[in-house]
Antibody, heavy 120, light 107 residues
């Protein structure tokens, strides 16, 4: 069974940092890219970016709203992807999801999300 | 960036009704469109990929169609468990973009 489990969310002050994890199981992690998506309370879905597989040189793409503040990484030996968030703003408060890049870029599996609250 | 416009933003229908949601892209995205269902407090659930492909485990009452700039998601017979917000997303070009969502309610 394919599973993605996010962790690391919590309360952080504006200007602070937080690192989220996305632990996966049930598929060959190293073969797939990982995307990050967030959703503020009562709002729609916002794509944040993705990190590709080793075969694609771990290339990354970022949304303009997080470029320069957020960094994607992954450790294929641990079947885990990471989202490092720096210089956090109150508007970064949201539930953060990771999802798999399926075959043919099919967005087929998502994690359950982790809540990040940026507040003083 | 490619803009994705969903309509309507909300709808109310009777049980058993056929429901159609539309998604329009601001430029040609070929077939690279996905649909998701999201219930309150839950993660998005993938329904459709490549405009018309049914994700594994998704009931056949859901169907997708379209290509280029105009796409539709159809629920053939609305049931109580279909109460949710539905989103489209293009994955033709980066940044990936979502539609604003369509909230489906039961009359």
């Amino acid at each position: 069974e394919v599973q993605l489990v996010e962790s690391g969310g919590g309360l952080v002050q504006p200007g602070g940092s937080l690192k989220l994890s996305c632990a996966v199981s049930g598929f060959t992690f190293s073969d797939h890219g990982i995307h990050w998506v967030r959703q503020a309370s009562g709002k729609g879905l916002e794509w944040l970016g993705r990190i590709r597989s080793k075969s694609k040189s771990y290339a990354t793409n970022y949304a303009a709203s997080v470029q320069g503040r957020f960094t994607f990484s992954r450790d294929d030996s641990k079947n885990t992807a990471y989202l490092q968030m720096d210089s956090l703003k109150t508007e970064d408060t949201a539930v953060y999801y990771c999802r798999r890049d399926g075959y043919g870029d099919n967005p087929d599996y998502w994690g359950q999300g982790t809540l990040v609250t940026v507040s003083s | 960036d490619i803009q994705m416009t969903q309509s309507p933003s909300s709808l109310s229908a009777f049980l058993g009704d056929r429901v159609t949601i539309t998604c329009r892209a601001s430029q040609d995205i070929t077939y690279r469109l996905a649909w998701f269902q999201q219930k309150p407090g839950r993660a998005p659930r993938p329904l459709i990929y490549a405009a018309s492909g049914l994700q594994s485990g998704v009931p056949s009452k859901f169907s997708g169609s379209g290509s280029g700039t105009d796409f539709t998601l159809t629920i053939s017979s609305l049931q109580p468990e279909d109460l949710a917000t539905y989103y489209c997303q293009q994955y033709y070009a980066y940044p990936l973009t979502f539609g604003g969502g369509t909230k489906v309610e039961i009359k």
